[in-house]
């Protein structure tokens, strides 16, 4: 299991949304929500703008997250106007950043690792606004970029152990995005080993050994990352038909789709970043 990268003091692990917002905002004058006139160019209104990744804004994962935490840090008086804009490809990444940088937002937070780049050379653009990368890491310290991360190895395993202590056939199988993508790597194979290590913390029977299927989107069409339901409900079949009685969906879309085909089969299944069971129909 990859160990995780030591955080930079832009970097900030573990803490919702409103809260970043808070620390970002300390000594920046903050109004009643009751401003009569939202002017984002003036130092008394601070806005703050959301860029999803590929996806809906309502996508049971970061995007929706995010905006859940926007809209949180509104209602707490934090900031006094919140947007987001859906990013429908990668190539809309920059024009929907300077959609709000054009509109004077204070800050702008992007979602996921590929708006990193885009993210970062608009930090470098604009000094004066604050950029918030969830689930990005950067190669640049600045001022004004924040990184949030998650501790995805240790999702993933606590997956695995509690896949582990379900299961009733000894085999648990994931169904991941592309292992190019390191958070996804990193939840996948945190949730091998802790299935196939949990043992005695699992309270398995001593000649009881786990096995672990784990299955990555490989060699498939790019444009379908993070929504590619029908492989991933192709591939969840096939380990079902194998044994496998309890899954871990990761990858949005991707995931999703391994969520519908085992709750049709009425496997137990472990899913991320949000509670899932609110996508199914």
């Known amino acids: 299991?990859?160990?995780?990268?030591?955080?930079?003091?832009?970097?900030?692990?573990?803490?919702?949304?409103?809260?970043?917002?808070?620390?970002?905002?300390?000594?920046?004058?903050?109004?009643?929500?009751?401003?009569?006139?939202?002017?984002?160019?003036?130092?008394k209104v601070i806005c703050a703008g959301l860029v999803t990744d590929t996806g809906s804004i309502d996508d049971?994962?970061?995007?929706?997250?995010?905006?859940?935490?926007?809209q949180d840090a509104l209602l707490e008086h934090t900031i006094h106007h919140v947007e987001y804009i859906e990013s429908s490809e990668p190539r809309d990444y920059i024009k929907n950043i300077e959609y709000f940088t054009d509109r004077d937002f204070d800050i702008i937070?992007?979602?996921g690792m590929g708006q990193r780049l885009e993210t970062q050379q608009a930090a470098e653009n604009y000094p004066a606004v604050q950029f918030v990368g969830i689930d990005q890491t950067y190669n640049e310290n600045?001022?004004?970029?924040h990184a949030i991360l998650f501790q995805d190895?240790?999702?993933?395993?606590?997956?695995?152990?509690v896949a582990a202590m379900l299961t009733k056939t000894s085999l648990v199988g994931a169904v991941c995005e592309s292992s190019e993508i390191d958070r996804i790597r990193q939840k996948c194979e945190g949730f091998r080993l802790g299935a196939s290590s949990c043992g005695e913390m699992c309270q398995l029977r001593p000649d009881q050994t786990i096995e672990v299927l784990v299955r990555y989107r490989e060699d498939e069409d790019p444009?379908?990352?993070?929504?590619?339901?029908?492989?991933?409900?192709?591939?969840?079949?096939?380990?079902?038909?194998?044994?496998?009685?309890?899954?871990?969906?990761?990858?949005?879309?991707?995931?999703?789709?391994?969520?519908?085909?085992?709750?049709?089969?009425?496997?137990?299944?472990?899913?991320?970043?949000?509670?899932?069971?609110?996508?199914?129909?």
């Open 223 to 281: 444009d379908l990352l993070f929504n590619d339901p029908e492989w991933a409900e192709k591939v969840t079949r096939e380990l079902i038909h194998r044994g496998v009685d309890v899954l871990f969906a990761v990858g949005g879309g991707t995931g999703q789709g391994a969520i519908r085909a085992a709750a049709d089969s009425e496997v137990y299944t472990i899913g991320t970043e949000k509670d899932q069971w609110f996508a199914l129909p």
């Open 60 to 70: 049971f994962g970061l995007n929706q997250g995010a905006w859940e935490g926007l």
């Open 142 to 145: 600045m001022s004004n970029l």
């Open 153 to 161: 190895a240790q999702m993933g395993y606590f997956a695995g152990a």
């Open 1 to 43: 299991m990859a160990e995780m990268e030591e955080p930079d003091p832009n970097t900030i692990t573990g803490y919702s949304i409103s809260v970043i917002l808070s620390f970002i905002l300390i000594g920046v004058l903050i109004l009643p929500a009751c401003t009569s006139r939202l002017d984002c160019a003036t130092t």
């Open 109 to 111: 937070l992007t979602v």
